[in-house]
């Protein structure tokens, strides 16, 4: 079973900048799509962005061109770099990894605690 621990969460303001980071723990035969989650209070959880094992990747328009993903396969870790950060990123942060199980080979999904970004105006 893989087991996520996300850092970097924080208080910045407006134009600042953040990264966050999940590091993967546990065993897995591999580890395939991961991503960033966000969810703002009154809001339903949106995909931020996700990166693919092959480094393909995928963001949501309201980050393009200020959010930055990135995977250390080594390390079995994801970022997310945060520039040019705006008070409607305030949310709570949560990563995700899609990967298969070491035994059977069966699909597992596994969530960090989440992190809290906050953006102030």
């Known amino acids: 079973q893989v087991q996520l621990v996300e850092s970097g969460g924080g208080l910045v303001q407006a134009g600042g900048s953040l990264i966050l980071s999940c590091a993967a723990s546990g065993i897995a035969f591999s580890i395939n799509d991961m991503g960033w989650y966000r969810q703002a209070p009154g809001k339903q959880r949106e995909l931020v962005a996700i990166i693919t094992s092959g480094g393909s990747t995928n963001y949501a328009d309201s980050v393009k061109g200020r959010f930055t993903i990135s995977r250390d396969n080594a390390k079995n870790t994801v970022y997310l770099q945060m520039n040019s950060l705006k008070p409607e990123d305030t949310a709570v942060y949560s990563c995700?990894?899609?990967?298969?199980?070491?035994?059977?080979?069966?699909?597992?999904?596994?969530w960090g605690q989440g992190t809290q970004v906050t953006v102030s105006a």
């Open positions: 995700n990894v899609q990967y298969l199980s070491s035994v059977l080979r069966l699909k597992g999904n596994a």
